[in-house]
Nanobody, 125 residues
């Protein structure tokens, strides 16, 4: 059974940094594409960053140059390093993964099969 558990969220000031983690169990992160999504109150879920099994990445325009997605294959953990945070980054952040090894770097939510419960990020001005 695949389980994804996010951690690392919290409250920071405008311009601060956070690192989110997503620990996977029943799943080998090195073999699959994974991604981070976020959803703010009253808004649709949006893709933030994705990474494939070869380390190729994709980012939403709103976070390029500020966020970095990475994987630690030995720990089966996905990360999202978030720097220069802005109030508009405030949202619940979710990690997601696919079921098939045949995947590509995508930011559309329908591509992903497994989801974590989310971790809240709040950025105050």
């Amino acid at each position: 059974q695949v389980q994804l558990v996010e951690s690392g969220g919290g409250s920071v000031q405008d311009g601060g940094s956070l690192r989110l983690s997503c620990a996977a169990s029943g799943y080998t992160v090195s073999n699959y594409c994974m991604a981070w999504f976020r959803q703010a109150p009253g808004k649709e879920r949006e893709g933030v960053a994705a990474i494939d099994r070869y380390g190729m990445t994709a980012y939403a325009d709103s976070v390029k140059g500020r966020f970095t997605i990475s994987k630690d294959n030995a720990k089966d953990t996905l990360y999202l390093q978030m720097n220069s945070l802005k109030p508009e980054d405030t949202a619940m952040y979710y990690c997601a993964s696919v079921r098939s090894v045949y995947c590509s770097v995508r930011l559309e939510s329908y591509v992903y099969n497994y989801w974590g419960q989310g971790t809240q990020v709040t950025v105050s001005s």
